[in-house]
């Protein structure tokens, strides 16, 4: 079976949309998925589940927290191949002189315009870095995601995609999970 990420955008950040990762983690297995775990509370799940493309699986765990929590959230998966490769291919690790405490991942759920790109590119202000590759934005931000200059922009809608925001340390976690998970 293969092993598949989940990445909940929005949950469990201030007082709405919240979730106990116990309830999450029972109402993955409820549509049948195996080996089910979580990392921290925003929404992070490893799982093992039949071969199914990964929109498709998005939307049928989208529709499960409608019924089972009565929000939406979107929904962002990947494989666990998907996950090394991305990390694979993160072009700060090339650079000298990143604080791997500063380097973050945005999951993409598809390839983002090219207007949106150019806006993106427009909002990140040195020292701030941005690349894309693929459906994966990489971002290095020195001083900080809240002090960076994507902190107050709307950058995310700028994209026209859906996104969800992961840093570097979690990242390597749940590929970590996954790694465990096989």
Known sequence: MPIYVALLRGINIGPH?????????KSFERLGFEQVKTYIQSGNVVFKAGKISSPALGKKIEERIVSDFDFSAPV??????????????NPFLKQRGIDLEKLHV???????????????????VAPDQSRCVGKEIF?????????????????????????????????NAIHQMCQDCG
């Not at 949309?17 to 983690?25: E, I, P, T, W, Y």
């Not at 999951?107 to 590119?121: N, T, V």
């Open 17 to 25: 949309k919240r979730v106990k990762m116990d309830d999450l983690r």
């Open 139 to 171: 971002l290095y931000l020195p001083n900080g995601f809240s002090a960076s200059s994507l902190w107050k922009v709307p950058w995310e809608k700028a994209l026209a995609v859906v996104t969800t925001t992961r840093n570097w340390k979690t990242v």
């Open 106 to 124: 945005s999951f993409l759920a598809d390839i983002p315009p090219a207007s949106g790109l150019k806006k993106l590119a427009e909002f990140t």
């Open 76 to 89: 962002i998966v990947r494989t666990g191949d998907d996950l090394r490769k991305t990390i694979d291919a």
